[in-house]
């Protein structure tokens, strides 16, 4: 068999790959070992920039429709026990409530890995030049000059086959075989904390406290934060995680109930689906690949999942490979164009990793600066004890709940194949985010009409959006000249012109920009060779 692109993991990056390929025209083929069943699903936010790519790919109504419940509120609780003591609390509304921010035309979504996936490879499995193949496992790779060939086999009956490819995309995951054949080294701390993770179902768990509808409860005892229990599906299903340390730790189910029972403050009825032993880690690769094979997601880096960034920087990784790939098949690319993969996403991996690590060390903070211990008296010394550690908790907690800056601000400074226009980088900001039209950084959003986004206008190809009638000729058959797909964009519009700041700004496939100027550039061919990696 021979396939163009050979995606190796059907989680949520290589499907997402897979869908972003075949929106691409792009032929590809996805191998998963699995029957593609998730038994304990991990993520559950999916993040604005992630939304803003299913904007682009036309499945925000599917993600809106995902069966968890678009009222369910989605606090986040501080509490000695769910039953127990409150601490403090940072109120969200329910995702149908949620709206979004001026610098984006949408907002995150709660939408779990079990929901979320089926959405993903439904959208890939609109494109008949996509095939997912599931039950099909790679068992090794050979690279060579002129493409790549893999050996695949079916897990349950063993039977072999060869798939010769162009380029092999590893999105298998943190034991990613991928990444060990590359022989590719992780850097960073392999070992932040042991967790457990348990699935329980109690229908009636709502009625059973009185601290209402929430996303999170963080349970904090006298000797600091223990465990979080979460909303996994807005329903009966929740995520039990006793967090744990660096030190090795493992729970038979009677321990796990037992932890339950802790966690909730008193016995109640419920049932254990899976319980999950697992590592949480702060590492990334040194490269993210060359040549003809790549890694992405998990495979590419292992972050605490405290913050949401995992899933989301995996999506981001393959929307930057995706357009490269589709370049070089397409014969527009550079031969340094797959190079600039790595240099780019790379840095976004290490800002986001540490991140996610601060975020678990604040939210452990409680185990260093624990509450006083009237804090779990009742009486009015009980309340102000409360009062203040909650106070104090919420101010530390809400660098984890407000991440715009994470999710939209990642930039990429030093690329190779952006232009820089000789502007200081602004501050990356966590909370908060600015947007900026400068080079390297995400076209910012602008409504030029109600429901029509500057966003809408890239994607496929690279856009130039040109102000006020600018020239724009010697770019445009630059690109012509080069076969690279170019389509000049002329706005009337001050706001947009004001956000964008200059009269022409050229925006990759993936939404970055790639240059910008207020007037064409001198060697326009310069400027087109190097944005596809000449
Ligand atoms: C408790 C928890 C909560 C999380 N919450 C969030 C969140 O809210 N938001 C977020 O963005 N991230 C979150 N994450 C992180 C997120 O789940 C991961 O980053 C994401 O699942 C990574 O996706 P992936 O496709 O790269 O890898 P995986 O999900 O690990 O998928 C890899 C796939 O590759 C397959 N595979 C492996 N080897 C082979 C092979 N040799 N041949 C064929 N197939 C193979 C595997 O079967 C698997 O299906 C969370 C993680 C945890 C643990």
Redesign the pocket.
Known sequence: MRTPVLI???????LALAGELGWRGISCTL????DGSIYQP????V?IRTMEFCRRWGIVPWVEAAPYPRGYRQDNVYVSAVAGFEFGREKFPGMGEEKAPPQSPQHRERCP?DMFDPILARFAGTFPHVGLRYH???LSFREGPDGVEARVADPRSGAEEIIQCDYLIG?????S?VRQTLGIAMAGNPVLTYTT?AIFRCPNFLALHGKGEAYRYIIIGPEGTFATIVAINGADRF?F?IVGDAEKREYGEAEVRAAIVKAFGRPFDFDVLTIVP?IRRELVAESFGANRVFI????AHM?S?TG?????M?IQDVVDLAWKLAAMLGGWGGKRLLDSYSIERRPVAVRNVREASGNLNRMLSPRAQKPAPEAFEPGPAGDRARAEFGARFAAIMRREWFTLGIHLGYRYEGSPIVVPDGTPEPPDEVSTYTQSARPGHRAPHHWLAPGRSTLDLYGKGFVLLRFDGAPAENLASAAAARSVPLEVVDLDDRAAAALYERKLVLVRPDGHVAWRGDATPADAQAVIDRVRGA
């Open positions: 190796v993991g059907g989680g949520p990056v290589g191998v998963e070992k699995s991990k993520q559950d936010l993040g890995q099909r496992e790679l999105c298998d995951g943190g034991g075989l993770n995520r995680s697992w992405a997601g998990d495979a972050i999942p949401g960034f995992g899933m989301n995996g």
